[in-house]
């Protein structure tokens, strides 16, 4: 069976001044695949995710998303990726049916496929008691919900989600990553950042980031037996040790993490 990949990183560096934020980082991610990436805070896991998202280019080595090229083709990056930040991304004075159609608009739907979309999202939710409703007024857990499938909605070949389950209750969650796996079920690749680390073990490969490094990538069965582990969360810690006892011990590392 052969295994399209969708993201392609070679030698990625990224400098802020003297500052690296991304240290020579190579990985790939295959078309369906869902995709874990993990580190503690200032690891540098948001400035990899803006240039594989085409809101920043690297400083030197190659990326390549979608078949684009980061460094010269971010516009049509864009238009091949959905993306859901960890901040709410949805416009609250809009409501939830207004920023479905405003986003299929932008997203260049016709206007029959918004039409389309819009009610099969609306009862595939089933969201109808919503529809009319300002975001501002809707449950947490109903807005990320939504969020998602606004992200999706144009059928992207690669979403990019950034700590979406932040402040969720655990149903929530759980409902969430269903509607996770049922996007991957249709060939759209789930590139992932969480700093829950059992959501970690529902991805087919994760990779640990620390002090913008990559130091592990792999399965969550191949990690946990690779560091001898019973959990991610005990892998991530292991990973992190070294910093964690630079920087002041565990509960440092926590706080940040």
């Not at 959905?82 to 207004?98: H, I, P, V």
Request: glycine residues 8%.
């Amino acid at each position: 069976m052969t295994v399209n990949t969708v993201i392609s990183v070679r030698n990625l560096v990224k400098k802020f001044g003297s500052f690296i934020a991304n240290d020579n980082l190579n990985f790939e991610v295959y078309e369906g695949e869902i995709f874990g990436f993990l580190g503690a805070n200032g690891a540098g896991k948001t400035t990899a995710l803006r240039i594989l998202s085409g809101l920043s280019k690297p400083s030197s080595g190659e990326v390549k998303v979608a078949g684009f090229d980061a460094s010269r083709e971010a516009e049509q990056i864009k238009k091949k990726i959905g993306y859901m930040c960890q901040k709410f991304s949805l416009y609250e004075d809009l409501t939830a049916k207004e920023n479905i159609v405003l986003y299929g608009g932008i997203y260049g739907m016709s206007s029959s496929a918004i039409k389309k979309r819009t009610a099969e999202l609306l009862e595939r939710l089933n969201f109808e008691q919503y529809q009319n409703r300002l975001i501002s007024d809707l449950p947490l857990g109903v807005k990320q919900k939504l969020a998602f499938s606004v992200a999706v909605l144009h059928e992207p070949k690669i979403v990019f989600l950034d700590e979406p389950t932040g402040g969720v209750d655990p149903i929530t969650r759980r409902q969430f990553w269903e509607m996770i796996y049922e996007t991957a079920d249709r060939n759209i690749t789930v590139f992932v950042t969480t700093h829950y680390m059992d959501e970690a073990e529902y991805c087919d490969r994760i990779s640990i980031m620390n002090e913008g490094r990559i130091e592990a990538i792999d399965t969550p069965a191949e990690l946990k037996r690779k560091y001898n582990a019973d959990s991610v969360e005990e892998v991530f810690v292991k990973i992190a040790r070294p910093a964690i006892t630079q920087k002041g011990g565990l509960e440092t590392a926590v706080e940040q993490y």
